[in-house]
C-alpha cells in the first residue's frame, strides 16, 4: 500500500497462498489432412487450426467419409500371377498383387478417394480421443500433394493447446514426400514449438518386413536423424472395421470398361450355376437395363440381388471393404495417448494397451522379430502392434524414435518432462519484471516445489519422499552470480525423478534342496 495522506480506517488484503502451476494440457491432439469440406458459421477454415471434441462435431465442420461420392476402383482382367511391383506411388504393391475372384485373376486398383483422416478421426474417438484440432489443407478431390500438408502444419505454431501432431494422410504420397513431411512434423514438434510430439505411420507400413525392399529400413533412413526424441513410430498398419461392406456397390467401379468386365463374368457365373433359366434371364435383365443407364444412382435392388446370386460381387465387394479398412495406426495412437493421460497420467507408459475397432494388424510380428523393431543400432525403435492369444491386439512398444538416448528412450519420459516445462514456464511468466530479489525467488521455489509434490503425489515422480523425487534451486551463488542478477537474470535448476516403464520383466527359477 502506498503513503497514507488522508486520515481514515484503510483495508489491506493480503494473499495467503502463493501462486500455483496449473498442469499443461498433454492429450490433445492437432490432425492435419484433406476433408470434404471446412466450414464453420458460414466462414471458411482452409488451413485453419479449429478445435473439435466429437465426431459430430467434425461432421458438422468438415464433413463425411468420401466414399459415396470419391472413392472409386478400376476392375481388369489379369492373365496370370504377376510379382508385386515396386513403387513409389503409394499402396502401388497393394493394389499389384492378382486377385482371384471365382475362377479368374483381377487387378484392382484404387485409383481416387483415397483420403486417410475421415477413418482416422472414427478411430482416434473410438480409442479414447476427445479434444482435439483439425487443420484441412483441402477437400475431397484435391490432389494429395505435399506443400499444403506442411502449410497445414506451419499454421499450428498460433495454436498454443495441442501437444501432439498426426498427419495421416502422410504417407498417401510419395515414399520421399513422405519422409519430407515427417521431418517437418518432428521440426515443428522438436525445434518450432519444442512442447510437441509428433506420431509417424510407416510409409507402405501395411508390408511385411520380409518382402523386398524392407519398409523399415527405409523408413529409418528417410527420416533423418533431427528431433528424434520428439517422436515415435509405430508398425504394423491396422486392419479395421469401420467400413461396411453395405457403403459399397456398383458406383464405386470407376468406368464404363470395369463394369463391362464385372458384368459379363458374373453372368458367366450365373450360367455354369444351378440357378434356375427363370430367375437367370430375370437379374441379367435388370443388369443389362443397369447397363445401358446414364448414372449408376439406382442400383440398390440390383445390388441386393448380385450379393444373394454372384460369390464374384461378393468376394469384390469384401475387397473393396477390406482394403478401405486398412488405415495407418498414429491416430488409433493418438486416441490411446489421450485415454491414458486422462486415466493414468502423462507419465505411464502408453503400451500394453488394447485397441478398439481394430481387427488385426496388417503384419503379424513375432517376439523375434520385434528385437530388431524395438532395439536397433541406429536407435529409431519402432513400436509393435502385436495380436496376443486370448487378449487381442495390443501396443506393445512404448519408445521414441531416440532409444539410443537415456535421457530420451521412452515416450512417457519424453512428454512427462515436456508437460513439467510448458506448465512451469507458463506459471512463471507472472514473474516477469517482478523485483529480482529473495522474495521472488522464495516465490518461485514456492511454486514448483507444490506443483512438483502434488504430481509426485500422482506417481508422476519416481522416489520415497518428495525430496527423493525432486529438488528446486533459486538463488545468489546457487544458480546465479551478482552480475546476472544485475542483468536481470533469474536462474531456477529443477532436478526431477522421472518414472520409467517395466519395459523386460526377467523371473529366475531355480530348485532348492527338499526341506523336512
Not at 484441412?136 to 490432389?143: A, C, K, L, N, W
Not at 499454421?155 to 514426400?177: I, M, Y
Not at 509426485?456 to 528446486?472: H, I, N, Q, Y
Not at 535448476?493 to 526341506?515: G, N
Request: charged letters at 20%.
Amino acid at each position: 500500500m502506498g503513503t497514507i495522506k488522508t486520515p481514515g480506517v484503510y483495508i489491506v488484503e493480503k494473499n495467503a497462498f502463493p501462486n500455483s502451476v496449473v498442469e499443461a494440457p498433454t492429450a490433445v491432439p492437432a490432425f492435419v489432412g484433406w476433408t470434404e469440406r471446412a466450414e464453420h458459421a458460414g466462414k471458411s477454415l482452409h488451413q485453419k487450426p479449429f478445435r473439435i471434441t466429437s465426431l459430430v462435431e467434425f461432421h458438422t465442420c468438415f464433413g463425411a467419409a468420401p466414399i459415396s461420392e470419391h472413392v472409386r476402383f478400376t476392375l481388369a482382367r489379369a492373365a496370370s500371377p504377376t510379382a508385386s511391383a515396386v513403387s513409389d506411388a503409394p499402396l502401388s504393391v497393394r493394389d499389384a498383387v492378382p486377385l482371384l475372384l471365382g475362377a479368374k485373376q483381377y487387378t484392382l486398383k484404387q485409383v481416387s478417394g483415397a483420403y486417410f483422416l475421415y477413418h482416422s478421426m472414427v478411430l482416434f474417438f473410438q480409442n479414447g480421443g476427445g479434444a482435439c484440432y483439425i487443420v484441412s489443407v483441402g477437400q475431397y478431390g484435391d490432389p494429395i500433394e505435399t506443400a499444403p500438408l506442411i502449410a497445414g502444419i506451419e499454421t499450428l505454431t498460433q495454436a498454443l493447446e495441442p501437444a501432439l501432431l498426426v498427419v495421416p494422410d502422410a504417407v498417401l504420397l510419395s515414399q520421399q514426400a513422405c519422409y519430407a513431411v515427417q521431418k517437418e512434423m518432428l521440426l515443428h514438434c522438436g525445434q518450432k514449438m519444442h512442447n510437441r510430439f509428433a506420431i509417424l505411420d510407416v510409409w507402405e507400413g501395411y508390408r511385411s518386413r520380409s518382402h523386398a525392399p524392407d519398409v523399415i529400413e527405409a523408413f529409418r533412413e528417410g527420416i533423418g536423424i533431427n528431433h528424434l526424441a520428439n517422436g515415435a513410430a509405430y508398425f504394423p498398419w491396422l486392419n479395421t472395421n469401420l467400413v461396411e461392406q453395405r457403403e459399397l456397390g456398383l458406383r464405386n467401379l470407376v468406368d464404363t470398361t470395369s463394369r463391362a468386365i464385372l458384368m459379363a463374368d458374373i453372368k458367366s457365373e450365373m450360367a455354369a450355376s444351378s440357378m434356375g433359366d427363370a430367375k437367370r434371364v430375370e437379374v441379367e435383365a435388370e443388369m443389362d437395363r443397369f447397363g445401358n443407364a446414364l448414372d449408376v444412382a439406382d442400383t440398390a435392388q440390383l445390388e441386393d440381388t448380385l450379393k444373394t446370386v454372384s460369390m464374384i460381387y461378393k468376394s469384390l465387394i469384401a475387397e473393396m471393404t477390406q482394403r478401405l479398412n486398412l488405415l495407418p495406426p498414429s491416430a488409433a495412437m493418438a486416441g490411446v495417448l489421450a485415454m491414458v493421460d486422462n486415466t493414468r497420467g502423462v507419465w505411464k507408459a502408453p503400451a500394453n494397451v488394447g485397441l478398439n475397432n481394430v481387427v488385426t494388424p496388417a503384419v503379424a510380428i513375432s517376439h523375434e522379430e520385434q528385437e530388431d523393431l524395438n532395439a536397433s543400432l541406429q536407435g529409431k525403435s519402432i513400436n509393435a502392434i502385436r495380436t496376443f492369444i486370448g487378449q487381442g491386439t495390443l501396443v506393445w512398444g512404448a519408445r521414441t524414435l531416440d532409444s539410443n538416448s537415456l535421457d530420451w528412450r521412452y515416450i512417457n519420459v519424453r512428454r512427462t518432462v515436456m508437460m513439467l516445462e510448458a506448465s512451469i514456464r507458463l506459471a512463471l511468466n507472472a514473474l516477469v519484471f517482478e523485483p529480482n530479489t529473495a522474495n521472488t525467488w522464495a516465490t518461485a521455489k514456492a511454486m514448483i516445489s507444490s506443483f512438483l509434490t502434488g504430481v509426485w503425489k500422482r506417481g508422476g515422480l519416481a522416489g520415497a519422499m518428495p525430496e527423493d523425487a525432486f529438488s528446486v534451486h533459486v538463488g545468489l551463488d546457487e544458480t546465479m552470480t551478482s552480475e546476472e542478477v544485475g542483468e536481470g537474470i533469474l536462474r531456477v535448476i529443477v532436478l526431477v525423478a522421472m518414472t520409467r516403464p517395466a519395459e523386460f520383466i526377467e523371473i529366475t527359477l531355480q530348485q532348492q534342496i527338499q526341506k523336512g
